[in-house]
């Protein structure tokens, strides 16, 4: 005896759902961006990228050759975030500043030693490359802590300045180690996962109009609801796969810690998938090519998600013009959300107000979408 059948409604959706979903498995570039791409640009911007300066090259021009000098250069040499090259004449040093070579230039004076133990102020010079002002703003900080700390393990506190009444203890939470990848790969996967939901999506519809199938569907009895739930499923499992992908090797390969739910991560992320996959069908339901649709998605989705989430760059330091674009850009709230999942946990706090701004923002284009679909043929 059949079972009860299923509402036509459903069943056409369903049946156009299979239909989408076999054609991904037969277009190898369906695959390749959904599954072979993701891999490649999550170990570009977890290997390729990092704010942590570590082994920054820098010269030391040591014109005092007695022992406190000498001692000063092995301190620097010992710091993990210098790597020292040593002249006596800063003639010889400067040729590497100037090409890039060196990031900076530490110089001990001749009369160093003499005014350390006089008790007059013994200053050094740090010159360093203007052009590259976090990496000189980091030498110039730096060279003057080793130097502090070197100074007081030389000639101990009282030497030279009294204790201080308050000892601050700074603590980093969620990111002690200040791991700049910790960051980086959480936001990595919104990119990856904005690639996937505008990019392919954004070829699908316009897919149909240039190989002549949209006629065809617009000739059954289908609606434009089922038509586009039809093309939003299939991608949004695709979406959902690639986001296992990404989490595996954010764990595995990169070591990032992962202090939330499961849970957390699946509704978060499919919050984020509602507003990709609905800018995605609306760029391919109004350009109907798939060249012009690729390109609007690369320029709306891609770079928006790269350079205005926080991803890279701080949004508290964009101009107030920029940081109110942000606010419609659903990456925003995605990279926040993941970098709050794997750093701190399930903050349902920070949660729940970006997943709704993302759905807000994915029934926004989604009822374009609808509008812009035709409901028959012109």
Same mark, same amino acid.
Request: aromatic share 12%; with cysteine.
């Given at each position: 005896m059949n079972g009860p059948r299923l509402p036509a409604p459903l069943r056409r959706t369903l049946s156009l759902a299979r239909k989408e979903t076999f054609q991904i498995i037969r277009d190898p570039s369906s695959i390749l961006i959904a599954f072979i791409l993701p891999l490649i640009l999550l170990l570009l911007f977890g290997f390729g990228i990092s704010l942590d300066a570590n082994s920054i090259r820098i010269g030391m021009v040591v014109q005092d050759a007695r022992a406190d000098a000498r001692s000063l250069v092995q301190a620097f040499e010992a710091s993990e975030y210098f790597e020292i090259v040593t002249a006596f004449d800063q003639s010889a040093l400067e040729p590497g500043l100037v090409s890039g070579q060196l990031r900076g230039l530490v110089v001990i004076p001749p009369d160093f030693t003499e005014r350390l133990h006089r008790r007059d102020p013994a200053s050094i010079e740090v010159l360093t490359d203007g052009s590259q002002p976090n990496t000189a703003q980091f030498v110039a900080n730096y060279?003057?802590?080793?130097?502090?700390?070197?100074?007081?393990?030389?000639?101990?506190?009282?030497?030279?300045?009294?204790?201080?009444?308050?000892?601050?203890?700074?603590?980093?939470?969620?990111?002690?180690?200040?791991?700049?990848?910790?960051?980086?790969?959480?936001?990595?996967?919104?990119?990856?996962?904005?690639?996937?939901?505008?990019?392919?999506?954004?070829?699908?519809?316009?897919?149909?109009?240039?190989?002549?199938?949209?006629?065809?569907?617009?000739?059954?009895?289908?609606?434009?609801?089922?038509?586009?739930?039809?093309?939003?499923?299939?991608?949004?499992?695709?979406?959902?796969?690639?986001?296992?992908?990404?989490?595996?090797?954010?764990?595995?390969?990169?070591?990032?810690?992962?202090?939330?739910?499961? =849970?957390? /991560? &699946?509704?978060?992320?499919?919050?984020? *998938?509602? @507003? +990709?996959?609905?800018?995605? !069908?609306?760029?391919? $339901?109004?350009?109907?090519?798939?060249?012009?649709?690729?390109?609007?998605?690369l320029f709306t989705g891609f770079l928006p998600a790269t350079l205005l989430s926080g991803f890279i760059f701080e949004i508290s330091a964009m101009p107030l013009p920029i940081r109110t674009v942000t606010t419609?850009?659903?990456?925003?709230?995605?990279?926040?959300?993941?970098?709050? =999942?794997? /750093? &701190?946990?399930?903050?349902?706090?920070? *949660?729940? @107000? +970006?997943?709704?701004?993302? !759905?807000?923002?994915? $029934?926004?284009?989604?009822?374009?979408?609808?509008?812009?679909?035709?409901?028959?043929?012109?």
């Open positions: 060279a003057q802590g080793v130097y502090a700390v070197w100074q007081t393990r030389q000639f101990g506190d009282a030497a030279f300045t009294p204790p201080p009444a308050i000892t601050p203890q700074p603590r980093f939470w969620f990111n002690a180690e200040l791991t700049s990848r910790y960051n980086l790969v959480p936001g990595s996967t919104a990119v990856v996962m904005t690639i996937i939901g505008t990019l392919l999506t954004a070829l699908v519809i316009a897919r149909e109009w240039e190989r002549g199938t949209m006629e065809a569907v617009l000739a059954t009895p289908v609606s434009r609801v089922e038509l586009l739930l039809s093309k939003i499923v299939p991608y949004f499992i695709l979406g959902m796969s690639s986001l296992v992908l990404c989490t595996l090797a954010a764990v595995f390969v990169f070591d990032v810690p992962f202090r939330g739910s499961v =849970l957390a /991560l &699946a509704a978060v992320a499919a919050a984020f *998938l509602v @507003p +990709a996959l609905g800018q995605g !069908l609306l760029i391919s $339901a109004a350009t109907k090519n798939q060249f012009v649709a690729a390109q609007l998605a419609v850009i659903p990456a925003r709230y995605f990279v926040t959300s993941l970098q709050t =999942l794997f /750093l &701190a946990g399930d903050v349902w706090s920070v *949660l729940l @107000p +970006a997943i709704a701004k993302m !759905l807000a923002v994915g $029934a926004f284009f989604l009822a374009l979408t609808w509008l812009a679909t035709p409901k028959r043929i012109a």
